[in-house]
């Protein structure tokens, strides 16, 4: 799931701020679904064995639940992305400049903060990394209200610059915003399912 945040990161900059040549559906996208259907038998097939210290299956099946849907929405985000857009007017580019670091230096904040948490983890280090993933918790909702106000912008730029864009690229503009918005929901609802686990 990480890897498929920062690939989708790097699909937004590569649209919106290096403005390389559109290049289609990008190859890790077909890969997506199938790893996260095989990882999610994985993890139901453990369920079905003994264990020594029994977890609740219920916040297990949550968290796969969870982390499937984070896994449509990113693959339905790539899609919406894998589409050519028109060049942006100045005051929406620099709104999706905002939009586009913000959402990267998320998805570098998890990609450090749970490499930190495993390592905490397998040393058993148990109140260091339930206080970690607290304050990884918070540190994503800053980063969510970031992306959430750059999104604001770009909406009322794109209003502002009524007919600059066509009918098809605002819509599928508004539902990136819409789906970018919603990925870090996701995160947050993720990372509340293990705190309770």
Request: charge should be neutral; aromatic fraction near 6%.
């Amino acid at each position: 799931m990480l890897e498929a945040l920062e690939l989708l990161g790097k699909q937004l900059n590569s649209i919106y701020l290096e403005k390389q040549p559109h290049s289609g559906r990008p190859f890790w996208l077909t890969e997506l679904p199938w790893q996260t259907e095989h990882e999610e038998q994985e993890v139901i097939l453990r369920l079905q064995r003994p264990f020594l210290m029994d977890r609740p299956k219920e916040s297990i099946v949550h968290l796969i639940q969870t982390q499937s849907y984070l896994a449509h929405l990113i693959f339905r985000t790539a899609e919406r992305l894998s589409y050519p857009v028109s060049p942006m007017p100045n005051a929406m580019s620099n709104a999706l400049k905002l939009l586009c670091y913000a959402f990267n230096d998320a998805c570098q904040l998890l990609q450090d903060r749970v490499k930190h948490m495993d390592a905490l983890h397998h040393a058993r280090y148990r109140k260091e990394h339930a206080r970690a993933l607290r304050h990884l918790y918070q540190q994503q909702a800053l980063h969510g209200k970031r992306i959430e106000t750059a999104s604001h912008q770009l909406r009322h730029a794109l209003a502002e610059e009524n007919g600059s864009l066509s009918s098809l690229d605002s819509v599928m503009l508004m539902l990136t915003l819409d789906d970018l918005c919603e990925i870090m929901g996701r995160i947050r609802a993720l990372l509340t399912s293990l705190q309770q686990y």
